[in-house]
Structures are given as C-alpha cells and as structure tokens.
C-alpha cells in the first residue's frame, strides 16, 4: 500500500492493513484426509471467508502454517506480510492444538533457514565481516598453522554457500558436505542467533528454543540452494 493509504478492503493492488487483518481475520484450520487431526493446516482467511473459498481463491489467506502431530512446519506468509505480522496468530493455535492431541509431547518447529547460503557467500566475499563463527574458525586455523582439516571444512562451507566446487573438485557432492557439515552447522546457529531466519523468528517469538540444526535434513532443490540442505528445530519450552 502507498503512504497515506488507509483502506482496509483487498482488491488488485492494495491489500488490507495489518491493524485491520490482526484484528478481524481469523484462524482456520483444514486436516488432511484420514490422519485423525494429526496432520492439518492453519490459515489466516477474512472475516466471512471458509476453507472452501479458499479452493477457488487461493489468494485468501494472510498466512498459513502446517502442523503433524505436535511439529510445526511451513510457516510462510502472502501479498508481502512480514511473517513476524501474520503468521503468529497460526503458531499459538498450533502449539495449543498440538498439546491436546499429542498429550505429554513437547510442542516443537521446524524452521527452514531460506538465505543462509547466501549470508555465508557474503561473509566469505567480505573478508569474513558479519560472522564471528567464521572470524574464529579462521582464527584457530591461522594459529595452528593448519592446511588440514581445518581449511578443508572452511572450503568446503565455502563450496556449499556459493554452490562452486572446492579447487580440484568438479562438483559440490557428498564429499563436499560432509567435510563441511560442522562449520555448516556453526554459521547455522549463529544465523539464528542473529534473527535472520524468519521462520526461526516466529516460532522463538513464542518461546521456542533452539535445540539443534539438522544438516541435510530437507535435500529439495530450493533449501540445497537456499541453505544447503539445513533445517533448524526449536522446542517450546
């Protein structure tokens, strides 16, 4: 919406506002066939707006989250909403839903990490600024004096962050993410750490934790790009 825009009704080029969607839209949830409410998905939709309207305008939600038995995955939001501002009306239905069908299970999420190859790429191209992980590791290589193992896992982040093999390598294989799998899972946590995941954002806005990052977790093309197969988990503590 432009400056000064305060209309609060959706039509080609203007969107409603986020005062206007917190305060009237509401969350639905849709569960996928034969999973006893195990499996579902929550979606922020209009005042006046149901699941079913949502098969021939699939443009309705603000937002949607998936849920299986007491994991939250998926979050994302539409039309250019920040997460932070649509998606956490759908994490508290989530988790509080998640408690009363998996009774005694520790409520938990799984958040993609989207950019974090990229931030690593650019920590490399800047002389390391922006990342303490790489600053240290760097460090300690300098003062062991190491050509091993060391440079070999700082390589190898380096090949999987910017997807060009490591020199006398012709691909980014196996072998490539396997010597790099530590230092990947280091600028992984510290790429929570700062904020910079979105997803990661929601979940610890209601007081998730990060309990670990899962590396090659989710091997789709997008997050092998993206953030080079790695997830993160967080429980609700």
Same mark, same amino acid.
């Given at each position: 919406?432009?400056?000064?825009?305060?209309?609060?009704?959706?039509?080609?080029?203007?969107?409603?506002?986020?005062?206007?969607?917190?305060?009237?839209?509401?969350?639905?949830?849709?569960?996928?066939?034969?999973?006893?409410?195990?499996?579902?998905?929550?979606?922020?939709?209009?005042?006046?707006?149901?699941?079913?309207?949502?098969?021939?305008?699939?443009?309705?939600?603000?937002?949607?989250?998936?849920?299986?038995?007491?994991?939250?995955?998926?979050?994302?939001?539409?039309?250019?909403?920040?997460?932070?501002?649509?998606?956490?009306?759908?994490?508290?239905?989530?988790?509080?839903?998640?408690?009363?069908?998996?009774?005694?299970?520790?409520?938990?999420?799984?958040?993609?990490?989207? *950019?974090? =190859?990229?931030?690593?790429? $650019?920590? &490399?191209?800047?002389?390391? !600024?922006?990342?303490?992980? %790489?600053?240290?590791?760097?460090?300690?290589?300098?003062?062991?004096?190491?050509?091993?193992?060391?440079?070999?896992?700082?390589?190898?982040?380096?090949?999987?962050?910017?997807?060009?093999?490591?020199? *006398?390598? =012709?691909?980014?294989?196996? $072998?490539? &993410?396997?010597?790099?799998? !530590?230092?990947?899972?280091? %600028?992984?946590?510290?790429?929570?750490?700062?904020?910079?995941?979105?997803?990661?954002?929601?979940?610890?806005?209601?007081?998730?934790?990060?309990?670990?990052?899962?590396?090659?977790?989710?091997?789709?093309?997008?997050?092998?790009?993206?953030? $080079?197969?790695?997830?993160?988990?967080?429980?609700?503590?």
């Amino acid at each position: 919406m432009g400056d000064g825009d305060d209309d609060t009704t959706s039509n080609s080029t203007m969107r409603p506002d986020i005062a206007f969607i917190l305060e009237h839209y509401r969350v639905h949830r849709r569960e996928k066939e034969g999973t006893d409410g195990s499996s579902r998905e929550y979606l922020l939709l209009p005042p006046d707006a149901y699941i079913p309207q949502v098969i021939q305008d699939p443009s309705l939600p603000a937002a949607a989250l998936f849920a299986h038995r007491n994991v939250l995955f998926g979050a994302r939001s539409f039309h250019g909403y920040e997460m932070a501002d649509v998606c956490l009306p759908l994490v508290r239905a989530a988790i509080e839903e998640s408690e009363a069908i998996e009774k005694g299970q520790q409520p938990q999420a799984v958040a993609n990490l989207k *950019g974090l =190859s990229e931030w690593v790429a $650019g920590c &490399f191209e800047n002389n390391l !600024e922006g990342s303490q992980t %790489l600053k240290r590791l760097k460090q300690e290589c300098g003062e062991n004096d190491c050509d091993g193992s060391g440079s070999v896992s700082l390589e190898a982040a380096r090949a999987i962050a910017t997807g060009v093999p490591r020199p *006398g390598h =012709s691909v980014v294989g196996q $072998g490539t &993410f396997r010597d790099g799998q !530590e230092v990947w899972m280091e %600028l992984a946590k510290e790429y929570v750490s700062l904020g910079l995941s979105e997803e990661a954002n929601i979940y610890e806005k209601q007081g998730g934790k990060l309990v670990n990052i899962e590396h090659m977790s989710d091997q789709s093309p997008d997050n092998m790009k993206s953030a $080079g197969g790695a997830t993160a988990r967080l429980f609700f503590l």
